[in-house]
């Protein structure tokens, strides 16, 4: 049976560029070989939706560290918290957001060609359950940010679940419209699409009408989704006051 990167499927399309699997692959291999020379043991990505953001998880994956996404819409101290209460002693982001932390280390490094920085940071990890291999945190919106710790069995077992049940569906293309901190997305947004074979067109949140935690732009999202032609989107419902969900 023919894999998708023998293939030459697309696995990322971020809009302007697109990544086949086995080109994928070559990035993952390439961010988690430096991950594992540097004795990363907890990293932490501070991204927007991106190619990027694909290969950090991967590459954490593939080199056996804890992957801790933070949302981007998180204040510098709900930072702060989450990666000093899962114990990050690696960080990347982009170059100007790198300036939060002037003490810590910098270096300046490519991943799936967009220029960012990775900082090291004095850490040690706290104790944490056998199999933990994500760490995500809460919105944080009604207090302090709390983190759980997944299992990587557990997500792939996930994953796989959701291939099967929606394997009927034939999709081939999914439109990532949340943020991939955000678990949902993260698993049913990533993980199964390309545990099938399928592409994942990843843009900036910005560019889909989503700015911070709330606002929202409808007819930007619509134009987009018109102009991409996704087989599937994963929508949150509306609470619209003390009303019902819409």
Known sequence: MTTAAEAGVVAIDDGQRRWTYAELDDEVALLAGRL?????????????????WVVADLAASQAGVVHVPLPVFFSPEQIGHALGAAGADTVLTLPA????????????CTVAGQALSTLRLPAAAPPMPAGTA???F???????????????DVMRKVAR?????????DI??????????????????????LLRGATCVTLPLQQLG????SSFDAARFHAVVVAQRPHSVILLRRCCGSGPAT
């Open 138 to 152: 809460t919105s944080g919106t009604t207090g302090t940010p709390k983190g759980v710790c997944l299992d990587a």
């Open 134 to 136: 994500k760490i995500t």
């Open 97 to 108: 957001v790198s300036a939060r932390w002037p003490q810590a280390p910098a270096s300046e």
């Open 172 to 193: 081939r293309r999914h439109l990532c419209a949340l943020p991939f901190a955000v678990l949902l997305e993260n698993i049913a947004g990533l993980m199964a699409p």
């Open 161 to 169: 679940g959701l291939v099967q049940a929606m394997e009927p569906l």
């Open 210 to 213: 989503l700015g911070g935690s």
């Open 36 to 52: 594992q020379a540097q004795g990363t043991r907890v990293f932490a990505t501070l991204l927007d939706n991106s190619p990027a």
